[in-house]
Nanobody
Framework: QVQLVESGGKLVQAGGSLRLSCAAS????????MGWFRQAPGEEREFVAR????????SYADSVKGRFTISRDNVKSTVYLQMNSLKPEDTAVYYC???????????WGQGTQVTVSS
């Protein structure tokens, strides 16, 4: 059974930085593309960033491009989201997701709360 556990979410002031982590288990981590999504109250879950399973190419939502960086450590089976220059509109629950060979995101974590104060 695939398990994804996010951590690192907290309250941070606008302009600050934060790094989220997602520890994966129950899967061959190196064969999975990984992604970060977020959901604010009353809003739909939206794509934030993803990193491919093989080469590690990345993709970002326009709203976070240049501010957020996704990375992965296949030895630790962990994916990270480095968030810089945070804005109040970044406030959301952030979810980690896994996709076998970049197919579809079929496994999800429980999320970690990020709150950015103005």
């Amino acid at each position: 059974q695939v398990q994804l556990v996010e951590s690192g979410g907290k309250l941070v002031q606008a302009g600050g930085s934060l790094r989220l982590s997602c520890a994966a288990s129950g899967l061959t981590f190196s064969q999975y593309g990984m992604g970060w999504f977020r959901q604010a109250p009353g809003e739909e879950r939206e794509f934030v960033a993803r990193i491919s399973w093989r080469i590690g190419r990345t993709s970002y939502a326009d709203s976070v491009k240049g501010r957020f960086t996704i990375s992965r450590d296949n030895v630790k089976s962990t994916v990270y989201l480095q968030m810089n220059s945070l804005k109040p509109e970044d406030t959301a629950v952030y979810y980690c997701a896994a996709a076998l060979r970049d197919s579809v995101f079929g496994s999800w974590g429980q999320g970690t709360q990020v709150t950015v104060s103005s």
